[in-house]
């Protein structure tokens, strides 16, 4: 299986920063992945996939990057409700995997 | 557009079979995409169970593929999941999603607790 590798467990952030999220591969994916965000008790919300292609209504502020064996998600600026977990998934080979998920947190 | 709702006992029983069943509405199973099953367990990440085609055809996670079995029903515009021999490491919330060609969830179901009691 491809064990998939996320980066800060946490993240601690205020409105309007900056953020980064990186996701590893324990082997490369290519381009296949996908970001997802998540809030308590709620499923999974697609953001971006195929490393970087943002879903129809999805606020520009996403963006993902990123080959191989390691990607990024960047929120430009952060806004209230960006406050969730972000989760990334390797569709490249089967089993797909999951990260573990970082929880982005209000400082 | 499309809509995902499980449905399914939140409590079973260890050594007896959980059963979910997730109805679509808004999309037509037949018309095409993947339909998977996914889990989280409390307080960890996402697990993939495996996925099934509007054809019968399936795939399914190594690791818990001698206990599962996924099926369709397109008159009904339903999928399911069965899951045999359940033990307490199986209590999770189980998600049912839309599955892209490529691999990705692009819609999901709301989830739904299944709690394995002793």
């Known amino acids: 299986d491809i064990q998939m590798t996320q980066s800060p467990s946490t993240l601690s952030a205020s409105v309007g920063d900056r953020v980064t999220i990186t996701c590893r591969a324990s082997?490369?994916?290519?381009?296949?992945l996908a970001w997802y965000q998540q809030k308590p008790g709620k499923a999974p919300k697609l953001l971006i996939s195929?490393?970087?292609i943002l879903e129809s209504g999805v606020p520009s502020r996403f963006s993902g990057s990123g080959s191989g064996t390691e990607f990024t998600l960047t929120i430009s600026s952060l806004q209230p409700d960006d406050f969730a977990t972000y989760s990334c998934q390797q569709y490249n080979s089967f089993p797909y995997t999951f990260g573990q998920g970082t929880k982005l947190e209000i400082k | 557009q499309v809509q995902l709702q499980e449905s399914g006992p939140g409590l079973v029983k260890a050594s007896e079979t959980l059963s979910l069943t997730c109805t679509v509405s808004?999309?037509?199973?037949?018309?095409?995409?993947?339909w998977g099953w996914i889990r989280q367990p409390p307080g960890k990440g996402l697990e993939w169970i495996g996925n099934i085609y509007y054809s019968g055809s399936t795939y399914y996670n190594p690791s818990l593929k001698s206990r599962v079995i996924i099926s369709v029903d397109t008159s009904k515009n339903q999928f399911s999941l069965k899951l045999s021999s359940v033990t307490a490491a199986d209590t999770a919330v189980y998600y049912c999603?839309?599955?892209?060609?490529?691999?990705?969830?692009?819609?999901w179901g709301q989830g739904t607790l299944v709690t394995v009691s002793s």
């Open positions: 999603a839309r599955v892209h060609s490529s691999g990705y969830c692009d819609s």
């Open positions: 808004g999309y037509t199973i037949s018309s095409g995409y993947y």
């Open positions: 195929e490393a970087s």
């Open positions: 082997q490369t994916v290519s381009r296949w």
